[in-house]
């Protein structure tokens, strides 16, 4: 991957993210949360997918920009 297919990677993951907890505390203002327990847990397991990606997507980035400035 390239520099930018990590950064659009990164942007979209970014936007899954801010979703998901937009909508998580919506189920929370109106107690969905506990309503919907079944949904409201997969969303949060949406949103612990998507940070562990970003995380993963974010190291890769970092160690493809090292290995470019060693190579020069």
């Known amino acids: 991957m390239t520099i930018e297919d990590y950064e659009l990677v990164l942007e979209e993951l970014q936007q899954v993210i801010d979703d998901a907890k937009n909508l998580m505390a919506r189920f929370e203002a109106e107690e969905a949360d506990q309503t919907m327990s079944a949904e409201y847990h997969n969303l949060h397991e949406l949103y612990q997918r998507a940070v ?14 090292e290995s470019q400035m060693a190579a020069g």
């Open 52 to 65: 562990t990606s970003q995380r993963a997507y974010t190291r890769e980035m970092l160690d493809t920009l």
